[in-house]
């Protein structure tokens, strides 16, 4: 009797303090159904696509479960083990693998694992698991452990502190991510170029939050919204009376970003003459409100965004070569989405996460066949096609999968015969499409299976079929 109004107790005390589990797979597509499975269960669900990324993790956060795949990009589950189990010991540490490796499941466990459970899984089964975890006798002492140390981050973390979007794992992601990360902290002039709907303006976000600026505003403009007419008066601000309409003072962008970032989206349509206004305020550090003889100090950081090749702008006089250079002195290259194929599932699922919680609903993933077509699409609209294309399939749905009948004709049929394309395979191809990926990704078995939209595992599978040897 004891003993069950003690669990009891327990299995209470942990659904009121959500327990937090991180899910350690290179599997985009299997870790994101299986996050998206344990949220409903109403737990707090982390994701890291590799052994690195999980121990950054660790280092940050104490978790009461962790889901490690037995093989990962950069390391195995055991070493990770050891990494885990030296962090913080009452941490429960679960094994994946669809290997049927059971000797090196066991040997996890000799080491410290909870368990071990074989893919593909019931998630009532790893569900089952986990509940069982949470109840093992060293958890009150992990409670413990976990409320000090959640008690001293949050000390330490702004309570606005979220992360507004993913981060990709292609490599023009991670190229992307280290320049933003190399730039941030530096005071420099920073020009982001990439095509309309990459993201430019999360990348100059990224920027400003990273950067000794963070504290201060981020403030963005869109310079192909501003009539001609007021645009001095909505840069640099206007007093009462200085013109037809100006009945109160205003103030302008340059002096609401004073201390923090102004972001400058579509740069390339600005006039020529407000362009003359912007260099010298940048050149100065002072600007002048319209009407006022009262030069105001300012102190900024310029991010300028563009689709168009500015270059281009400089050499037919419709934009100035010194603002260019002034605005230039570091530039950001935004990949387009058809270049970002890896990660395009990681923004699909965001975005799907995203629609469910602002539509109410509760779609938990996307059908084979719509996985197949988004690979092959070339999205011209890149992200931002995406998530409107993701948002209206959830929109529509009324069951747990958004089928292909939901996305619109002109992606659902579109003739994509001029594409390379990887995914499902053909029998009377399958062997080229397995070299000509490894051929890309430089011998990079795990980038590979990702371009081939397969897991590791039934890729050495493939390799070892086909007596593929690097």
Not at 52 to 63: G, H, K, W
Not at 407 to 417: E, F, G, R
Request: charged share 25%; proline share 3%; net charge negative.
């Amino acid at each position: 009797m004891f003993n069950f109004i003690y669990y009891a107790y327990l299995a209470l005390l942990i659904n009121e303090n959500m327990s937090k589990i991180l899910i350690v797979e290179d599997d985009v597509a299997f870790c994101t159904m299986l996050k998206t499975f344990l949220q409903k269960k109403e737990y707090e669900v982390f994701t890291a696509f590799s052994g690195n990324e999980a121990i950054l993790q660790i280092q940050e956060t104490i978790f009461d479960i962790i889901l490690t795949d037995v093989r990962l990009p950069d390391r195995d589950g055991i070493t990770l083990l050891e990494t885990i189990r030296a962090k913080n010991v009452a941490t429960q540490v679960i094994i994946m693998t669809g290997y049927a490796e059971i000797n090196m499941a066991v040997n996890a466990i000799k080491q410290g694992a909870f368990d071990y459970i074989s893919k593909p899984f019931n998630p009532d089964t790893i569900l089952e698991i986990i509940e069982k975890a949470l109840l093992t006798e060293d958890n009150p002492v992990q409670k413990i452990n976990k409320e000090q140390s959640a008690s001293s981050a949050k000390a330490s973390t702004p309570a606005n502190a979220k992360v507004s979007f993913v981060k990709g794992i292609s490599d023009a992601s991670k190229k992307l991510n280290e320049y933003v990360a190399l730039v941030a902290p530096t005071k420099m002039s920073v020009l982001v170029i990439g095509d309309s709907g990459t993201g430019k303006e999360y990348v100059a976000s990224s920027i400003h939050k990273n950067s000794k600026r963070s504290d201060m505003p981020f403030v963005a403009v869109d310079c192909g919204a501003i009539p001609k007419e007021i645009a001095s008066s909505e840069f640099f601000g206007h007093i009462k009376g200085s013109f037809t309409g100006a009945v109160n003072d205003k103030v302008g962008h340059f002096e609401a970003a004073n201390g923090g970032t102004l972001f400058l989206d579509e740069i390339g349509n600005l006039s020529y003459e407000l362009q003359v206004q912007l260099l010298r305020a940048l050149q100065e550090r002072k600007i002048k409100p319209v009407g006022s003889n009262k030069e105001i100090d300012v102190d900024i950081r310029v991010i300028a965004a563009t689709n168009e090749d500015l270059t281009n702008a400089v050499k037919e006089g419709e934009f100035r070569e010194d603002l260019y250079h002034r605005l230039n002195e570091f530039s950001i290259k935004v990949p387009p989405l058809r270049d970002r194929i890896e990660d395009l599932m990681l923004f699909a699922n965001y975005f799907l996460e995203e629609s469910n919680i602002e539509l109410d609903k509760s779609v938990v993933g996307f059908a084979d066949e719509v996985l197949d077509t988004f690979k092959k699409y070339d999205w011209p609209g890149n992200l931002r096609e995406l998530k409107n294309i993701v948002k209206r399939a959830v929109l529509l749905s009324q069951n747990d999968l958004i089928t292909l009948e939901l996305l619109p004709n002109d992606i659902a049929y579109a003739s994509h015969n001029n594409k390379q394309t990887y995914g499902l395979f053909k029998s009377q191809n399958e062997q080229e499409l397995i070299l000509d990926a490894l051929e890309k990704a430089n011998g990079n078995k795990a980038k590979a299976a990702r371009m081939l939209s397969i897991d590791r595992k039934t890729l050495y599978n493939k390799l070892k079929q086909y007596d593929i040897s690097l």
